[in-house]
C-alpha cells in the first residue's frame, strides 16, 4: 500500500503544531500530529487529530513514530469493518 505524507502545521490550540497529512490514492485519510513538551512521558509520539472512513477511531492509540503510525493506518485501510 502506497500512503503519500505532507507536513502541515495544525491550530490544534496546543503546542502540537508538527503535523501530517496523510493520504491514500489520493484521498486524505488522517491527520497526525506529534505530541510536544506538554505531554511529558508522551513527547514525541504521534496521536491521529482525525482519521476518515475506516481510518476514524476515537480510541486510537498513540504512535512511536510515523512508520508505526503509517503500519496501523494501512491495516485499517485493508480491514473492512
Known amino acids: 500500500m502506497n500512503l503519500r ?17 496523510v493520504f ?3 484521498f486524505l ?5 506529534r ?11 504521534w496521536f491521529l487529530e482525525a482519521g476518515f472512513g475506516r481510518v476514524d477511531d476515537l480510541n486510537a492509540p498513540l504512535f512511536a513514530d510515523l512508520d508505526a503510525a ?4 494501512e491495516k485499517r485501510l485493508t480491514h473492512a469493518g
Not at 485519510?29 to 500530529?33: I, N, R, T
Open 5 to 21: 505524507l505532507q507536513p502541515v502545521q495544525v491550530a490544534t490550540g496546543s503546542e502540537d503544531q508538527e503535523s501530517q497529512l
Open 24 to 26: 491514500h490514492e489520493g
Open 29 to 33: 485519510v488522517a491527520v497526525l500530529v
Open 35 to 45: 505530541l510536544s513538551e506538554q505531554h511529558d512521558d508522551d513527547v514525541g509520539k
Open 70 to 73: 503509517q503500519i496501523w493506518i
